[in-house]
T-cell receptor, first 114, second 111 residues
C-alpha cells in the first residue's frame, strides 16, 4: 500500500445512480487531489483540496461533487453520469498544496457507466 | 503553453536494450520535471525527477536527460527488463506545483 487507499477498486453504475468514491491517506499530508485517467489521454486534474478547503475546480461538470471532511479523507460523489465518464479515478496527496514533488497516488477506482 | 507532449505512445524493447521516451514542453516557467511509472491496476508512482539547473540525473538504470534550450527532456532506461513493462508519464510543474502530465507511453520489454 502506498499510504493512499481508494475504495471501491471497481464500480459499475447506471446513468441514474448515485454513488461515492472514497480516498483515505495515512501520510499526514495536507493536500488531496482527484484526477481522471482516460485511455490515451493525459491525467486530468479535477479538484484540489488544501487543509479541507477546495482550492481548485478544473471546470468539472456538476455531476461530480467532491467533499473533504478532514485532511485524511476525500470523497467524490457521482450522480447522473454519462458513459464518457467511464475512466480510472485517481486520488493523490501531498504534504502541502502546490508541492511539486511528493505526490502519492492511490491505486484508483475503475468506474464504468452503463 | 500548458501542454506536455510525450512520445512515443507505445514502445517495444528487447530485454537488455535501451528504452527512450521523449517529452517536450512550451512553458519556460516550468521548473520541475518528474517521471511517473504506472503498473496495471496501480496508481502512478514517482520514478525520478529533475530540475532545469542540471542536464542529466541518473538513478540506477534510469536517467533523465534535460535540454533546456530545446525545451525537451527524456527518460532512458538502460538494460531494460521485463519488470520495467509499465506505462510511463512525464510531467512538468512550476510555482504552485500543479503537475501537467504527458499522454503516457506504454512500454513492453520482451524477454
Amino acid at each position: 500500500e502506498t499510504g493512499v487507499t481508494q475504495t471501491p477498486r471497481h464500480l459499475v453504475m447506471g446513468m441514474t445512480n448515485k454513488k461515492s468514491l472514497k480516498c483515505e491517506q495515512h501520510l499526514g499530508h495536507n493536500a488531496m487531489y482527484w484526477y481522471k485517467q482516460s485511455a490515451k489521454k493525459p491525467l486530468e486534474l479535477m479538484f484540489v483540496y488544501s487543509l479541507e478547503e477546495r482550492v481548485e475546480n478544473n471546470s468539472v461538470p456538476s455531476r461530480f461533487s467532491p467533499e473533504c471532511p478532514n485532511s485524511s479523507h476525500l470523497f467524490l460523489h457521482l450522480h447522473t453520469l454519462q458513459p464518457e465518464d467511464s475512466a480510472l479515478y485517481l486520488c493523490a496527496s501531498s504534504q502541502q498544496q502546490g508541492e511539486s514533488y511528493g505526490y502519492t497516488f492511490g491505486s484508483g477506482t475503475r468506474l464504468t457507466v452503463v | 503553453q500548458q501542454q506536455v507532449k510525450q512520445s512515443p505512445q507505445s514502445l517495444i524493447v528487447q530485454k537488455g536494450g535501451i528504452s527512450i521516451i521523449n517529452c517536450a514542453y512550451e512553458n519556460t516557467a516550468f521548473d520541475y520535471f518528474p517521471w511517473y511509472q504506472q503498473f496495471p491496476g496501480k496508481g502512478p508512482a514517482l520514478l525520478i525527477a529533475i530540475r532545469p539547473d542540471v542536464s542529466e540525473k541518473k538513478e540506477g538504470r534510469f536517467t533523465i536527460s534535460f535540454n533546456k534550450s530545446a525545451k525537451q527532456f527524456s527518460l532512458h532506461i538502460m538494460d531494460s527488463q521485463p519488470g520495467d513493462s509499465a506505462t510511463y508519464f512525464c510531467a512538468a510543474s512550476f510555482g504552485t506545483g500543479k503537475l501537467i502530465f504527458g499522454q503516457g507511453t506504454t512500454l513492453q520489454v520482451k524477454p
